[in-house]
C-alpha cells in the first residue's frame, strides 16, 4: 500500500538499456580462450567496484533426486580450498571492507563481492580459486545441511505462501525442473551428500561454463588482463554438455489445487499461465507480456485494480507478474486478493470476466503511453545502480540472451503496441494452459 | 595477521576520493527552511527524501494506527486530483514517491526526472499540504491496512517482535501498536486522518535531504514552495520511555515448524559517548557479517539457524539491544542456550585484538560503500540530521571508530552487556522451552 507506486516503478524497470544517446551503457566484453565470457561495464561515480562470477547452471539443470544441490553447493562454496580456510574469502573480503554474498536461482548460480576499485585483483584471485580447488570435508556437508535445512523452514516450511507457491510451480510443471523448489523438496535435502555435490561441482563449475561480471570503476583492459591472469589459468571442462533439461508435454488440460493451512490470514487466488520466455533475436512476444502485466495489473491504474478494487471493490488487491529473464517457458501470473464478504469462487469469477472484458475493449493508450514513459525514464535511474546493471548482464547472459538482446531491450519493449498486447494475452491466458491455486485458511479454528 | 593491518591502510589512502564525492552543502531557503544537498549533475534526476520527527508515537493511545493509515492514504490523492488521477499524473511524469512511517519518523522519498521537475513538485506540495483523504479511498487503504493487521497477527516474525516491543516498553507508544488494531482501525474517520496530518507535518521537525541534479538556488525556491506554508510547529513529542526488560524467556505458542525467537536488553544512545565502542562490540557479537561470534557459533559450527543477528537500535526516546535467531523446534533451545553463552562470555571476557581490528577495519572500509545512488544519499542525509550529527559527519565518522580501542571495546562489553537480563521471546512450538516466571 505505502510502496506500491515504488513497486510499479522497480516492476517496470526490469529492461534498461541505453535509449537516448546520452544513457548508453559503457559495456565491454571478451572471451577468454578457455570459453569464459567477460563483460565489463564502466562507472566511474565512485571508487567502488561490483565483481560477479555466474554460473549456467541452476536449480533446473540438476539431476533427478537431489533437489536443492545447486543451492547447497552455493553454501559449500564459503568452505575451504587449497589455499584459503573455511570462512576466509567472506573474511577476507570483510577484512579489506566490502561485502559478499551468493545466490541461486532456477537458471544460474551467482557469486558477488562489493568492494573498494583497487581490491578487484585479490577478488579474483580467491574466486577464480574456488572455481577449481574447493575442498569440503564430511561435517562441512552435516553442518551446512542443517543450514540449508533450516532457511527453507524459515522461507517456505514458516509460511503457507511460500508453501503454496511450491504446489503451484508443481502443478504447471510436468518434467521441467522449473516445478521443483530452488531450495530443494525436504526429502532430498536431507539425504544430499558430498558425492552429490562434487559431482555438480565437477561437472558444472568451470570458465567455459562462468561468466565475469565487473561493473564500476574498472579499466575494461585491465579487467581482461587481470581475467586473463586468474580465470584464464583455469583448464575448461571438454565434457560440459550443452544444456537440456526435461521439457514438458504440451498441456492440454487446465489444473487446479486449494492449500488450506491455519497460518493463512488472507486468502487469496492465484492463476498462473505457461508463457514463453525471452528468447535471443526474439523477444518481443515476451516484451509484449511485460507489458500486459503492467497494463493488466501494474499497480493502482491497472485494469484489474480499476475494475475490481476501485469500481466493484470485490478485491483488496489485485496483480500480474511476468519476467521474461528464463531460459525455458516460465509463467504469467495472476493474484486476486478478495475484499471481506467475498468469496474465493466470486473472486476468481470476476477475475477471468474483467480479463475478458480487457481483451475485449483493448488496451488504453494514453495509458500504454504513460508506461512507456516510466520505462523511458528508468533507463536514466537506472544508470544510478551499477550493481542493478551488472546484475542483468549476467541473468541474461545465463538465459539464454546475449548482450545485444539485453541492449535492444528497451527498444524493443518501446515498439509494442496495444494490439501486440491483446494478441499475447489472447495467446497465453488460455485455460488449458493455466493452474489455478486457492490459498485458503483451515476450516478448523485454532487456538 | 600483518597483511590485514597493511590492508586497512592502503584503503585509508583510496578512502578520501571514495568521500569526497559526497560534498555535503546546507542550503537554507529565502524563507529560512533548512536542507542539505549533495549536487551530481551527471545523470538529470533528483532524489529528494523529506522526513519528519515524530512518526507514528505522536498517535494518542485511543488513535494507535491514524498516524500510520494516513501515511498510506497521501499517495491517495490531493488538491483537484483524485485517487487515480493523482497516480495516473505521477505515472506520466515518471516520477516516484514512496512513503512510510516508524515510531520515529514520517519518511517521504521522492525521485524525479528533471525535465519533469517544474510539474513534480506542485504535486509532492499537495501530497503534503493538501492532501484528500476521500472517504472512498479512506475506506479502501483501510481495508489493506486490516489485510496487512490481520497477516501480521499469524506472521511468527510480527508476533515476536510485537510482543518484545509490548514487554520493553509497555504503554509508552514504543510498545505499539504502531499500526493500530483492527477496531482502532475500523473506527478511523476522515477527522482522524486531518487530526493524524497536522500531528506529524510541521516545520520545527522538518528535515530534508536532496541528492542529484539541482542546484543550492533551485533548492532553496523548491524548499519554500513544498514546505514554507506548513505551520510551524506541532504537538510535543512523547515523554522519553523507561526501558523494562527482565532477563528470561517468554515462549508464545504458534504451531509452526520452525520458531523464531526475538531478544534484547536495554541498549545505548547515538550520543553516547561510548556508542562506538558498542557498535565494534556489536560487530563483533552480532552485527551481520558471517564473521560475527554469532554466526559462527550457531550457524557455522553447529548449523542451527540460516542466520541469527544482533544491532543496536538506538532510537530517540529510548535505546534498546536487539537480536534475532530462528531455528526449528527441537533445535531453537540450543541456539538461544548457545547465543546466551556468547553474550555472558563477550560481557566477561570481552574481545581480542584482532577482533577489534578486523571490526574496524570492516566497518571503515565499507563505510564509503552506503554512498551508493542518489536514492541512498539523500536518506543518509537525512538520518544524519536526525541523529543531529554535523555537517562534517562524514568526513569523521571513520576516524572516530578508528579511535575505538581494544580496552574500549571490552570496557563496554562488560558495562552494556547483561546476560542476566537478556530476554527472548520465542513464537512457535519450542521444545524444552519454557516462559520464566518473574
Redesign the interface.
Known amino acids: 500500500?505505502?510502496?506500491?507506486?515504488?513497486g510499479?516503478?522497480a516492476a517496470i524497470g526490469l529492461g534498461s538499456a541505453a535509449l537516448a544517446e546520452d544513457v548508453k551503457e559503457a559495456v565491454t566484453t571478451f572471451t577468454l580462450d578457455n570459453g569464459m565470457q567477460v563483460v565489463v561495464v564502466e562507472d566511474h561515480?565512485?571508487?567502488?567496484v561490483q565483481h560477479m562470477v555466474w554460473y549456467r547452471v541452476g536449480s533446473a539443470d540438476e539431476p533427478p533426486g537431489v533437489s536443492g544441490v545447486a543451492h547447497f553447493l552455493e553454501h559449500l562454496m564459503?568452505k575451504a580450498t587449497d589455499t584459503l580456510e573455511?570462512?576466509e574469502l567472506?573474511?577476507?573480503v570483510?577484512?579489506?571492507?566490502?561485502?559478499d554474498n551468493a545466490f541461486t536461482s532456477y537458471d544460474y548460480t551467482a557469486y558477488f563481492q562489493?568492494?573498494?576499485?583497487?581490491r578487484l585483483e585479490l577478488m579474483m584471485q580467491m574466486e577464480s580459486d574456488r572455481m577449481a580447488n574447493l575442498r569440503l570435508t564430511e561435517n562441512n556437508i552435516?553442518?551446512?545441511?542443517?543450514?540449508?535445512?533450516?532457511?527453507r523452514?524459515?522461507r517456505v516450511?514458516?509460511n503457507p505462501r511460500g508453501l503454496f507457491a511450491e504446489q503451484m510451480g508443481s502443478a504447471q510443471y510436468l518434467s521441467h525442473h522449473y516445478g521443483i523448489p530452488i531450495i530443494g523438496w525436504r526429502h532430498e535435502m536431507e539425504q544430499l551428500d558430498m558425492d552429490d555435490v562434487m559431482d555438480f561441482y565437477k561437472t558444472y563449475y568451470a570458465p567455459n561454463n562462468a561468466i565475469l561480471v565487473v561493473s564500476g570503476d574498472v579499466d575494461p583492459q585491465e579487467v581482461l588482463d587481470l581475467a586473463e591472469t586468474y580465470y584464464g589459468a583455469i583448464p575448461a571442462n571438454p565434457d560440459l554438455k550443452p544444456r537440456a533439461r526435461p521439457q514438458d508435454p504440451p498441456q492440454i488440460a487446465e489444473r487446479r489445487l486449494t492449500f488450506r493451512d491455519?497460518?493463512?490470514?488472507?486468502q487469496y487466488v492465484n492463476r498462473s499461465y505457461l508463457a514463453p520466455e525471452r528468447d535471443a533475436g526474439a523477444q518481443e512476444k515476451a516484451a509484449a507480456l511485460t507489458l500486459l502485466a503492467e497494463v493488466l495489473g501494474g499497480?493502482?491504474?491497472s485494469y484489474l485494480a480499476?475494475k475490481m478494487?476501485?469500481e466493484q471493490?470485490l478485491a483488496?488487491?489485485t496483480g500480474a507478474f511476468y519476467s521474461g529473464v528464463a531460459l525455458d517457458d516460465t509463467t504469467f501470473d495472476l493474484i486476486v486478493?478478495p475484499?471481506?464478504g467475498v468469496s474465493m469462487e466470486q473472486a476468481e469469477a470476476e477475475m477471468d470476466k474483467a480479463v475478458a472484458a480487457f481483451i475485449d475493449e483493448g488496451v488504453d493508450p494514453?495509458q500504454l503511453e504513460?508506461?512507456k514513459?516510466?520505462l523511458?525514464?528508468?533507463q536514466?535511474?537506472a544508470?544510478?545502480?551499477?550493481?542493478g546493471i551488472g546484475s542483468r548482464y549476467g541473468r541474461g547472459l545465463t538465459s539464454g540472451l546475449t548482450v545485444e538482446d539485453i541492449q535492444n531491450w528497451p527498444d524493443v519493449l518501446q515498439a509494442v503496441t496495444g494490439e501486440d498486447i491483446i494478441a499475447a494475452a489472447k495467446a497465453v491466458l488460455r485455460p488449458e494452459t493455466s493452474v489455478t491455486g486457492w490459498l485458503m485458511r483451515a476450516e478448523e479454528t485454532?487456538? | 595477521m600483518r597483511r590485514?593491518i597493511f590492508?586497512?591502510i592502503?584503503?585509508v589512502l583510496?578512502l578520501v576520493?571514495?568521500l569526497a564525492?559526497v560534498q555535503i552543502q546546507e542550503v537554507v531557503s529565502p524563507k529560512g527552511i533548512k536542507a542539505w544537498l549533495v549536487e551530481?549533475h551527471?545523470?538529470?534526476?533528483a532524489a529528494l527524501q523529506i522526513g519528519f520527527r515524530g512518526g507514528s508515537s505522536l498517535d494518542p493511545a485511543d488513535k494507535r494506527g491514524a498516524i500510520y493509515l494516513m501515511?498510506?492514504l497521501l499517495?491517495e490523492g490531493s488538491g483537484d486530483l483524485d485517487?487515480?488521477a493523482y497516480?495516473?499524473r505521477?505515472?506520466?511524469l515518471?516520477a516516484?514517491?514512496?512513503?512510510?512511517?516508524s515510531d520515529d519518523t514520517v519518511m517521504i522519498?521522492a525521485?524525479f526526472?528533471s525535465e519533469n521537475r517544474d510539474q513534480f513538485l506542485p504535486l509532492l506540495r499537495d501530497t503534503l499540504q493538501k492532501p484528500r483523504f476521500d472517504q472512498e479511498a479512506l475506506d479502501?487503504?483501510r481495508?489493506?491496512?486490516v489485510?496487512?493487521l490481520?497477516?501480521?497477527?499469524?506472521?511468527?516474525n510480527k508476533i515476536a517482535g510485537a510482543a518484545f516491543s509490548h514487554m520493553a516498553f509497555g504503554d509508552h507508544p514504543y510498545g505499539g501498536p504502531e499500526k493500530g488494531t483492527v477496531e482502532t482501525v475500523s473506527a478511523m474517520t476522515r477527522e482522524d486522518m486531518i487530526d493524524a496530518h497536522d500531528r506529524v507535518f510541521a516545520r520545527d521537525r522538518l528535515f530534508v535531504g536532496a541528492v542529484g541534479d539541482v542546484s543550492p538556488e533551485e533548492l532553496g525556491a523548491m524548499l519554500d514552495m513544498l514546505f514554507a506554508d506548513l505551520p510551524e510547529t506541532s504537538v510535543p513529542l512523547p515523554e522519553k520511555a523507561d526501558v523494562t526488560i527482565e532477563g528470561g524467556i517468554t515462549v508464545i505458542?504458534y504451531?509452526?515448524?520452525?520458531s523464531?525467537a526475538v531478544f534484547g536488553q536495554r541498549g545505548i544512545d547515538r550520543h553516547d559517548p561510548d556508542f562506538f565502542a558498542a557498535y565494534v562490540l556489536n560487530q563483533i557479537l552480532g552485527g551481520g557479517?558471517?564473521?560475527s561470534r554469532l554466526m559462527?557459533e550457531v550457524?557455522?559450527?553447529?548449523?542451527?539457524?540460516?542466520?541469527v543477528y544482533s544491532y543496536l537500535a538506538p532510537r530517540d526516546l529510548a535505546s534498546v539491544y536487539l537480536g534475532s535467531v530462528?531455528?526449528?523446534n527441537d533445535r531453537i533451545a540450543e541456539a538461544i542456550e548457545v547465543i546466551h553463552d556468547e553474550w555472558e562470555k563477550a560481557a566477561s571476557t570481552g574481545a581480542t585484538a584482532k577482533e577489534v581490528e578486523?571490526a574496524k577495519?570492516?566497518l571503515?572500509?565499507?563505510?564509503?560503500?552506503r554512498?551508493?545512488?542518489?536514492?541512498r544519499i539523500a536518506q543518509i542525509l537525512v538520518g544524519m540530521q536526525l541523529d543531529d550529527l554535523p555537517l562534517d559527519y562524514i568526513e569523521t565518522r571513520n576516524a572516530k571508530v578508528d579511535a575505538v580501542t581494544l580496552e574500549d571495546v571490552n570496557r563496554v562489553a562488560a558495562e552494556l552487556l547483561d546476560p542476566d537480563a537478556l530476554h527472548f521471546v520465542v513464537v512457535g512450538k519450542p521444545v524444552g522451552l519454557e516462559s520464566s516466571t518473574n
Do not use: C
Open positions: 500500500m505505502h510502496r506500491i507506486l515504488l510499479l516503478a561515480r565512485a571508487p567502488v564459503f573455511a570462512g567472506s573474511a577476507t570483510a577484512a579489506n571492507g566490502g561485502t562489493r568492494i573498494a576499485a583497487d552435516t553442518t551446512e545441511r542443517d543450514v540449508i535445512l533450516e532457511e523452514n524459515q516450511d514458516n491455519p497460518r493463512v490470514a488472507q499497480g493502482n491504474t480499476q478494487q476501485f471493490k483488496v488487491y486478493v475484499a471481506p494514453e504513460r508506461i514513459m516510466q523511458r525514464a528508468s536514466i535511474y544508470r544510478d545502480d551499477v550493481e485454532t487456538q | 590485514l590492508a586497512s592502503a584503503w583510496t576520493p571514495a564525492g551530481d551527471s545523470i538529470p534526476f501515511t498510506g499517495e485517487a487515480v497516480a495516473r505521477l505515472e506520466e515518471a516516484s514517491v514512496g512513503y512510510d512511517s522519498s525521485r526526472l479502501r487503504v481495508r489493506q491496512v489485510s496487512g490481520e497477516s501480521d497477527a499469524k506472521d511468527p505458542d504451531d509452526t515448524p520452525q523464531v557479517s558471517f564473521e559462527n550457524r557455522e559450527k553447529r548449523g542451527l539457524t540460516y542466520g530462528a531455528s526449528s578486523d577495519t570492516y571503515t572500509g565499507a563505510y564509503p560503500l554512498f551508493d545512488g542518489n536514492g
